[in-house]
């Protein structure tokens, strides 16, 4: 088995041709990882460096970080390189911290009117 060279990079469909880049990784529960792609076996296990889970809440966000996150593979849903140029989310999305977005979420789950926050 030989791995895919520059020329054949649009071909392979190997993690190889995603290693040292940002990516953005989908998982089965949900959650939205994004870090730079280390390394990865035959079972499409990762390891992401830098790695922060991006939660969003309606039109607020937050990056929480994890370092360095090892991934097993058959949780993976989807993975695909960000565009490093592009800006990754819409201008009217408002970065917030971890405890407003656990508030928020917290408030947006609840059926009750209104919202308790306990710090």
């Not at 079972?43 to 460096?49: D, I, K, M, R, S």
């Not at 996150?69 to 800006?87: H, M, T």
Request: proline residues 3%.
């Amino acid at each position: 088995m030989s791995w895919a060279g520059p020329e054949d990079i649009y071909l392979s469909t190997s993690l190889a041709s995603y290693l040292d880049k940002k990516l953005l990784v989908l998982l089965r529960d949900g959650r939205k990882l994004m870090g730079i792609l280390r390394s990865f076996d035959q079972f499409a296990n990762a390891v992401l460096e830098g790695a922060c889970e991006r939660v969003i809440v309606g039109e607020l966000y937050c990056d929480i970080p994890l370092g360095l996150y090892v991934i097993r593979g058959e949780n993976v849903v989807l993975i695909g390189e960000l565009d490093l140029e592009r800006e990754e989310l819409p201008p009217h999305m408002t970065c917030v911290s971890a405890a407003e977005i656990r508030r928020v979420s917290i408030c947006s789950s609840s059926s009750v009117s209104t919202c308790f926050y306990y710090a």
